[in-house]
């Protein structure tokens, strides 16, 4: 029985020994990969069809996404109606999601109503016909929802600076016109749809209290589907960023807030210095206590929030600070931001400050890892970037022992103001 009348032992994050637990991995008929975690004590599942469909693979503008928008706006057999009522009388939950270079359709729903759900994602996958009524009302939403967006300064920077870092004309740069709605023809969509879902590359990950049976049920929907897991063009790009580095953008003549955007370019995850990277981030700016945050929102009150980010794309990346703030206070601070950069070039940060930011960035690891969707959203990261389990525990090692000098270092390395793009936007 408990002991309640003493407390119990508080253990240094830093000293856990961090477990990712392992996947179970098999192969449908037609080659498809898929990777299960079972685990949980509830009867829910989740299971998510990733297929190389992102923008990445498209040669007009919005075709991937509105692609992916409209797999549940009508098959050969249902009307969107019909689709979305059938998910909701099994209390089901089915969404899709396009990025850059993948687009996904997840389905969460009870375990043992999968019978009924799996064969209408399968018809989703094959039997799409995108209607011109439906097409008609989805491009009218998205004109407007840009119209709107188009007011909003943040909407407007966050568009400019990855223009800016790697150029109009790359996947990660590019972005909507109004005029690219008008342009979009059903065709397109049912062209990149064969391609890249019917015909195309994907991967399944599952999550949950599985079923004894799961291996059978998707391989009696899925395994039979024409998927082709080895039929993926290979496209590159080239960045081609902007030459300028500063911009001051007036998108509102009355606004009395600014949108911040600093940015550089960056390795992606293979690169040996992204995991030190993300320690140096965190003090700088990656979490409510960092630096950015003491002085720009908590000492000067310029902004509720800013934060500093690495991108997660997969081919290249960049080290983002982003914040708004008062329109009269956006050039002091843009200039704190490059006082703290100066700071952690010049000065080698605390024993103390280094081992808070340990315990946080161990601690929230810890979260990370608390359920079986958190586990395999972490796989299918490492999976979908080409990296193993052995990326995990040696990213845990160097939260464990980088030192202050190598993180002085690695800021006179990439902390440079003159590395960075500037964008504000009022």
């Not at 580095?245 to 003549?253: L, P």
Request: contains cysteine; hydrophobic residues 40%; charged residues 20%.
């Amino acid at each position: 029985m408990t002991n309640r009348t003493s407390a119990p032992e508080i253990i240094d994050a830093v000293n856990m020994q961090l477990q990712l637990p392992p996947y179970e991995h098999f192969t449908l008929d037609n080659g498809v990969p898929v990777y299960t975690i079972d685990a949980g004590a509830q009867e829910v599942i989740l299971i998510e069809w990733v297929f190389y469909a992102g923008n990445w693979y498209e040669e007009k503008n919005i075709v991937a996404a509105t692609t992916n928008f409209m797999l549940k706006n009508g098959t050969r057999q249902k009307k969107a109606f019909a689709i979305n009522e059938h998910f909701d009388f099994y209390g089901a939950y089915l969404n899709r999601s396009c990025y850059n270079e993948t687009a996904t359709i997840s389905l969460h729903c009870l375990s043992k109503h999968l019978p009924e759900l799996l064969p209408v994602v399968a018809e989703l996958m094959t039997e799409c016909i995108f209607p011109e009524e439906e097409l008609a009302i989805y491009k009218q939403n998205q004109k407007q929802r840009l119209e709107v967006n188009l007011k909003k300064c943040d909407f407007i920077a966050n568009r400019l600076i990855d223009e800016y870092v790697y150029g109009f004309h790359h996947p990660y740069g590019k972005y909507t016109s109004t005029l690219d709605y008008d342009n979009l023809q059903r065709g397109e969509l049912d062209v990149f749809y064969r391609k890249f879902y019917t015909a195309g590359k994907c991967l399944v990950f599952v999550a949950g209290k599985l079923p004894v049976d799961i291996q059978q049920q998707l391989n009696t929907n899925f395994g039979h589907l024409p998927f082709q897991p080895k039929n993926l063009p290979a496209v590159n790009f080239d960045t081609n960023p902007a030459e300028i580095k500063k911009y001051n953008i007036v998108n509102d003549e009355n606004g009395v807030q600014g949108a911040i955007r600093i940015a550089r370019p960056f390795p992606n995850r293979h690169h040996p210095d992204f995991s030190k990277a993300q320690v140096l981030n965190n003090i700088f700016g990656g979490f409510f206590g960092s630096r950015l945050m003491s002085n720009i929102r908590e000492d000067k009150g310029y902004t509720y929030g800013i934060h500093s980010y690495m991108q997660n794309h997969i081919h290249t990346s960049a080290w983002m600070i982003s914040t708004e703030a008062g329109r009269d206070v956006c050039a002091a601070t843009i200039e704190e931001v490059y006082k703290e950069m100066a700071i952690l070039r010049n000065e080698p940060v605390e024993a103390e400050e280094l081992d808070l930011v340990r315990n946080y960035m161990i601690g929230s690891l810890l979260g990370d890892l608390d359920g079986p969707f958190q586990i395999i959203a972490r796989w299918k990261n490492y999976i979908l970037n080409g990296l193993t389990e052995e990326y995990f525990y040696n990213s845990i090692k160097t939260v464990q022992t980088i030192t202050a000098e190598e993180i002085q270092a690695l800021a006179q390395h990439y902390l440079e103001p003159d590395s960075f793009y500037e964008v504000v936007v009022v």
